[in-house]
């Protein structure tokens, strides 16, 4: 089984649908960091990126990505755009040309998606980010890829994976960005940007899973 330029096109498109249905869930959480901006923002994000989708519907893999991140950097305020879109272009570049995904082309998409959210917010494990879904996420899906593990298999359990690290920001104090000022009080809350990464992972596995 392979990804295909139509699957991401529609992954693109669920996301936005989620982000949408989760504004007011996303914003709540961020509220708790001393913001309140994180769902609209996301919600704001992903309708530019559904704006711009019909110009690239029929391009390949790569541009598809490029184009949403490029999207997400000029409309999506704070330190998510940055992150989410240079998790996009960097993506779309190592798939520049791809006409449907292998095994090892998501783990090349997960793998320099991931790298490039490490480098522009220079995020550790552990310092409650969106940093601390998407790592487990990538090893989780690199394991199965290494194990022979079909795409829609590596994804379920890298989506596992990314919930699991998502969760486990609730006991971590914040050591970076706005949420970071808070200091001690950070202690017991989900971090919202581990949220939306899960909830944009698990959209991709829903759209994978749904033309199985």
Request: no cysteine; net charge negative; proline share 2%.
């Amino acid at each position: 089984m392979t990804i295909s330029n139509e699957q991401i096109v529609q992954w693109l498109q669920n996301s936005a649908a989620v982000m949408a249905e989760n504004k007011e869930y996303l914003t709540q959480l961020d509220s708790l960091f001393g913001g309140a901006d994180h769902g609209i923002n996301m919600n704001r994000g992903f309708n530019k990126v559904i704006e711009k989708l019909p110009t690239v519907s029929d391009k390949d893999i790569g541009s598809i990505l490029k184009t949403a991140g490029m999207a997400l950097i000029s409309s999506v305020g704070g330190a998510s755009g940055p992150l989410y879109g240079t998790f996009f272009t960097r993506s779309g570049a190592a798939l520049s040309a791809k006409e449907e995904l292998s095994s090892n082309d998501l783990h090349l998409l997960f793998q320099t998606g991931v790298e490039g959210i490490q480098q522009r917010g220079r995020a550790q494990r552990g310092d409650k980010t969106m940093y601390d879904a998407w790592l487990p996420s990538l090893e989780a899906l690199k394991a199965a890829t290494d194990n022979g593990q079909s795409v829609a298999s590596a994804l379920e359990q890298a989506v596992s994976a990314a919930k699991q690290g998502m969760e486990d920001t609730i006991p971590l104090q914040a050591k970076k960005g706005r949420a970071s000022y808070l200091g001690e009080r950070s202690i017991g809350h989900q971090d919202p940007g581990a949220t939306s990464s899960y909830l944009l992972l698990k959209a991709l596995l829903d759209t994978i899973s749904a033309d199985e």
